[in-house]
């Protein structure tokens, strides 16, 4: 297996201290060794070969634990590598399955669609690719901290297997994922409304029947209220079963509950192999993604798709767009905020602004009840099958079902 070196080393970069409490010196600090973290950090040396970049990362090893369904779409995963026949690929999936609260199957027709990783080779790739390129890969080691200085760098407190040192950067790039701490050390507001965090929980399942080239997906106020239920193959046979749903519109059992509750009536015979919990951001981009020396990236600036809940591929978008904002300020001698509002801007172009209209379709479609959603997947179901593409379906229900017209309008406005 592909695995990066697991040991604690010393910083590079200027060293201006000695023995206990040593500072090091470097151009670029990464928080966080996700897909945020670790491609900002390789864009960074691509971009800029002269700077040191330095990539933090709190776990003792690059990709675990593994807090996800593993799924992603092709066309974005292809802008940052090529999955035929990659190492970190576990599935292939050519196939979509919706499936509505009365357990009818609409499938959609499609070409190859997606992809399953291996998120602990994949994130380890992505890290060690970073590392090729001479960046720092610092495991077991936390950012605890941090404070400015008057000339406009950051001093960040490092927490580590040997103790605690500091590092001191021109710009920090904070992916520090979900639970994020950097961007509101820096002063930025991360907060979440309750209704827009997902609690998720998910099994590895062993020995259940589906299509080993399908992903499916269920909805329903009683199988996972304000998310949706998935089934992720990694291979015949064996599968990420899992569930997101919005605490505060749950009847008191938790995700883990619900969860189980499902699989013993979808799927009885599946042994559980492996288990995660972990919270998922269906909100907006924060309204900023940047100060003095700083950026914000991947879902530590909550910036998943908040109607699928898909994350990497942002996170990756975001973290290339940090990796070059962050190297050309420094080379320009300006890491104010003024110059690096240049990644917000990028960024909502990107996919920021889309988020918002995702956004605003995600809460419409909250009003709608089980029964629409089971008359819906009837209505798709007269499609013929070969021709039954989700424009198709969304057209044919924007005339069956009246309900919806406004639901588009908001998507639209
Ligand atoms: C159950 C579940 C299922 C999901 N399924 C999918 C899916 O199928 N497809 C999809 O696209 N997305 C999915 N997501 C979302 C996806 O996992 C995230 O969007 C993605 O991992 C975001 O990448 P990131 O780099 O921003 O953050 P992360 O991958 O969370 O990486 C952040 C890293 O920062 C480290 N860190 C945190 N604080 C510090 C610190 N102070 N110092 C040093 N290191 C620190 C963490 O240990 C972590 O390694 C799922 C999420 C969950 C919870």
């Not at 390129?133 to 490092?158: F, I, K, N, Y």
């Not at 520090?176 to 507001?189: I, K, P, T």
């Not at 990107?350 to 009003?367: I, M, N, Q, S, V």
Request: with cysteine.
């Amino acid at each position: 297996m592909h695995r990066l070196p697991q040991v604690h080393r010393p910083l590079p970069g200027r060293r201006v201290g000695d023995g206990h409490g040593v500072t090091h010196d470097t151009d670029v600090l990464v928080i966080g060794a996700g897909p945020a973290g670790a491609v900002a950090a390789w864009e960074a040396k691509r971009a800029a070969p002269e700077l040191d970049v330095v990539l933090l990362e709190r776990d003792a090893g690059v990709g675990v634990p593994v807090r996800c369904a593993e799924g992603v779409g092709d066309a974005g995963l292809r802008e940052f590598a090529d999955p035929d026949g990659a190492p970190w690929v576990a599935r292939k999936i050519t196939q979509i399955v919706f499936v509505a609260p009365d357990d009818t199957e609409v499938k959609v027709a499609g070409r190859a669609v997606a992809w399953i990783l291996d998120r602990t080779r994949f994130d380890a790739f992505l890290a060690e690719r970073a590392v090729a390129l001479g960046a720092e890969l610092r495991v077991s080691t936390e950012a605890a901290g941090m404070t400015c200085e008057p000339d406009g760098r950051w001093q960040v407190r490092l927490r580590g297997v040997t103790g605690e040192e500091t590092c001191r950067a021109r710009v920090v790039i904070a992916a520090d994922g979900v639970e994020a701490m950097v961007g509101r050390w820096a002063g930025l507001d991360t907060r979440v409304p309750a209704r827009d965090m997902e609690s998720c929980a998910q099994y590895v399942l062993e020995g259940c029947d589906f299509d080993p080239d399908a992903i499916y997906l269920q909805f329903g106020d009683r199988i996972a209220p304000g998310g949706y239920a998935w089934l992720f193959p990694k291979g015949p046979g064996v599968a990420n079963v899992g569930l997101g749903l919005v605490a505060l519109k749950a009847d008191g059992r938790n995700a883990r509950q619900y969860l189980d509750d499902w699989i013993a009536r979808r799927y009885p015979r599946g042994a559980k192999t492996g288990s995660t919990v972990g919270g998922v951001i269906v909100h907006t981009t924060i309204r900023q993604t940047y100060t003095d020396g700083v950026l914000v990236a991947g879902d530590a600036a909550h910036m998943i798709n908040p109607l699928s809940g898909g994350g990497i591929v942002n996170a990756m978008k975001a973290g290339r767009l940090a990796g070059r904002v962050a190297t050309a300020a420094i080379r320009a001698g300006d890491t104010s905020a003024s110059r690096l509002s240049a990644y917000h801007a990028g960024w909502m172009a990107l996919l920021g602004d889309d988020h918002l209209k995702y956004y605003r379709l995600k809460r419409a479609l909250e009003d709608l009840d089980d029964q629409f959603f089971n008359s819906l997947a009837r209505t798709a179901n007269a499609i013929l099958p070969e021709k039954r593409t989700l424009r198709r379906i969304f057209t044919h229900a924007l005339v069956k079902h009246p309900q919806l017209i406004p639901v588009a309008a908001r998507f639209f406005i």
